[in-house]
Each structure stands twice: as structure tokens, then as C-alpha cells.
């Protein structure tokens, strides 16, 4: 039986558990043995604690990479038996595939920004999953309800909404080569950015290593300012503030 993958999100998984030398070694341990091996008969042959082993049996098994049979032991208790669910695997990947929930969601910022729109502390509240579908599809025709859900989720929360904005921001600075050099105002603008939402953000930001502030005084009003350091420029363009 062969395995087909090409759900977005679905993919990069599939991608990840085979990338895992102990899951390929537990799939090919499996498929050598067609009537099943115990989670203690995989932990004894890995030298790996069981707890590990049922954690990986569980992540193979939501890809239906893995399934299990009950089976007696001894002709007492049943035990599960765990075997391979496909011999070949076909992963189909195009773009779409492989985004992460952070690009739909900086995608989703940038959507917003374009509008003339404002981002707020609610703005995940605003959005319904289906209007943040509708929105992404241009870019991301591929995008799925359950995606949008988890978009939902992930801005409905102010924490995270915060996370992803700053990531969004720092990629910004990175990507202009260290050329943004704003002021609380001009933060603002720049990024589409309400008042509170602005204030909060630029104090972490200015108070981050990666950014250097400074200020100045104009007509007897004190001005801060921040920048990307440029010794960051290369060693974090990934980093995370």
C-alpha cells in the first residue's frame, strides 16, 4: 500500500518524523518484522527508554505512518503490536506545502498593513477563520480551514500575537540591511501599528540586545530612537527576540 502526503502543514510533519533517526530506524524495525513489535520489544532493540519509544509511536501514528493490533502475550493479556501502515511513501510538495503558521500569519500582517488597516491588541478577535482564509488565499491558495483555526487561535491570544508581530518587525530591520532607524512614532507608522500596541513592542525591542537605542533632542523634546545592530546583521538573520 502506498502513502500519499501533500496536505499543507501535513507534509513538512511527514518531512520531520522521517528525518528522525529513531522513528526511520522504528519504521524499518517494523517493517522487518511483519507481525509486530511491543514497545518494549522496540525500547530493547534501540537501547531507548520506553516512555521515548511510546512518545514516537504516537507522533507515527497521528501521520498513519504506524498502526497497532491487540494481541495476546502468553495467551493472558493484550499487548499492543505495532506495524508499519505503508510500504512506499509519495510526499508532494510545492510551496504551500511547506509554510509554517508563522508566514501565514506575517503574510496576514502584511494583508492587513496594505489595507490601510490598523493592528491592534484585538485584531485576532476581529478575524473569523473563514474571512482569514479568504484573505490568504491569493498568496496561499492551498490554505486550509484547519489552518485558519490555528491562525485564529494563535492571534486570539495577545501573548502570541505579540511573538509573531516581533518577528515580523525584526525580520523587517534584518531584511533592510539595518536601514530602519525609527523613532516611537515612525514605529509605528511604518508597521501599521495602534498606539498601545506600538508602545508595548517598541519597549521590548529597545530594550533587546539585537537593537541599539539612542536618543536626541529635538526642539527641547527628547526623541529615542533604535536600530538593528549590524553585528547581528549575519550571525542572527533567524534569531528570535
Request: glycine share 4%; charged share 30%.
Amino acid at each position: 500500500m502506498e502513502a500519499y502526503y501533500d496536505q499543507p502543514g501535513q507534509v513538512i510533519q511527514v518531512i520531520e518524523a522521517l528525518a528522525d533517526p529513531t522513528r526511520r530506524r522504528m519504521l524499518l524495525l517494523m517493517y522487518r518484522n511483519p507481525a509486530g513489535l511491543t514497545a518494549s520489544n522496540l525500547a530493547d532493540m534501540l537501547r531507548k527508554k520506553i516512555p521515548t519509544i511510546l512518545h514516537h509511536l504516537k507522533s507515527l501514528e497521528e501521520l498513519d505512518l504506524a498502526y497497532y493490533d491487540m494481541l495476546k502475550i502468553g495467551g493472558q493479556r493484550e499487548v499492543k503490536h505495532w506495524r508499519v501502515k505503508h510500504k512506499k511513501f509519495v510526499i508532494d510538495i510545492d510551496m504551500d506545502s511547506i509554510a509554517l503558521p508563522e508566514d501565514y500569519i506575517i503574510a496576514l500582517f502584511e494583508d492587513e498593513k496594505s489595507r490601510a488597516g490598523m493592528i491592534t491588541e484585538d485584531f485576532g478577535k476581529t478575524l473569523h477563520p473563514e474571512e482569514i482564509r479568504n484573505r490568504l488565499q491569493v498568496k496561499h491558495p492551498n490554505i486550509t480551514d484547519r489552518q485558519a483555526e490555528i491562525i485564529k487561535g494563535h492571534l486570539s491570544r495577545k501573548r502570541d500575537l505579540e511573538h509573531y508581530l516581533l518577528q515580523w518587525i525584526y525580520g523587517e530591520f534584518v531584511n533592510s540591511a539595518g536601514a530602519l532607524q525609527l523613532n516611537f512614532f515612525e514605529f509605528g507608522q511604518h508597521f501599521a501599528l495602534d498606539e498601545n500596541l506600538r508602545r508595548v513592542l517598541f519597549e521590548k525591542l529597545m530594550e533587546s540586545q539585537n537593537f541599539t537605542p539612542y536618543t536626541y533632542t529635538e526642539n527641547g523634546q527628547v526623541i529615542q530612537r533604535m536600530a538593528l545592530r549590524s553585528e547581528y546583521l549575519k550571525s542572527h538573520k533567524d534569531s528570535r527576540i
